[in-house]
């Protein structure tokens, strides 16, 4: 079955600190994983994608990691601001022609960065 | 401004009741997708239209339906209301009918039954 899971469910850290939010898949076959940010109450804004072949990806302090033969990949926020507090939600897309059945959610990590 | 617009923005009515949620996809998309996101859980997959024609159904209920109208705007439409469903309700859109390139999130729209 076809599975996102993410890990921790919730973290707190202090402003200015790093984390790294973790998820691991058993989606197959495997096209392409993205990560998603998601304000309270708000629509998921795309942080990154990446296919098979790539294996980090960054956009400003997110950088993003993939190990397609382990099937994790990882989300490095750097020097956290209190902006940064949102649900970081991995999505992977398998490769299904025509069809939204291809991508699998996961359940996503809250980040509260603290002053 | 994700270019994908969702009305309205908040809706609050009684159980048993109908409502109509409208989405305006970004310019260009031809695909548009409804999720449902409940208190404190993931997104869940409703229903894909592409180009006017259902293309994927998710956890999508009876009560429930949807359509892509000629213009690509979509209308999802949700009756005999139930507490339950009370729930943010999102609408994004793609180029694709795979969403391989990724697709772009509108605001919400949040339901509350009472």
């Known amino acids: 079955k076809n599975q996102v899971e993410q890990s921790p469910q919730s973290l707190i850290i202090l402003e200015g600190k790093n984390c790294t939010l973790q998820?691991?898949?058993?989606?197959?076959?495997?096209?392409?994983l993205r990560w998603y940010k998601q304000d309270t109450g708000r629509g998921p804004v795309s942080l990154t994608i990446?296919?098979?072949?790539?294996n980090t990806k960054s956009n400003g302090r997110y950088t993003a990691t993939l190990d397609a033969d382990t099937k994790q990949s990882s989300l490095h926020i750097t020097a956290s601001q209190l902006s940064d507090s949102a649900s970081y939600i991995c999505?992977?897309?398998?490769?299904?022609?025509?069809?939204?059945?291809?991508?699998?959610f996961g359940k996503g990590t809250k980040l509260s960065v603290k002053p | 401004d994700s270019g994908v617009t969702q009305t309205p923005k908040h809706l609050i009515t009684a159980t048993g009741q109908r409502v109509t949620l409208r989405c305006s996809p970004r310019?260009?998309?031809?695909?548009v997708y409804w999720y449902q996101q409940s208190l404190d859980q993931g997104l869940q997959f409703l229903i894909q239209?592409?180009?006017?024609?259902?293309?994927a159904k998710g956890n999508i209920l009876e009560r429930f339906s949807a359509q892509q109208f000629p213009d690509l705007h979509s209308e999802l439409n949700l009756s005999s209301l139930e507490l339950g469903d009370s729930a943010l309700y999102f609408c994004?859109?793609?180029?694709?009918?795979?969403?391989?390139?990724?697709?772009?999130f509108g605001s919400g729209t949040r339901l509350t039954v009472v």
């Open positions: 998820c691991n898949y058993t989606v197959s076959p495997f096209s392409n």
């Open positions: 999505v992977v897309s398998a490769i299904l022609i025509g069809s939204q059945g291809n991508l699998i």
């Open positions: 990446m296919t098979f072949s790539e």
């Open positions: 994004a859109s793609s180029v694709t009918q795979g969403a391989d390139y990724g697709y772009t």
């Open positions: 239209y592409y180009n006017g024609e259902e293309r």
């Open positions: 310019s260009g998309d031809l695909s």
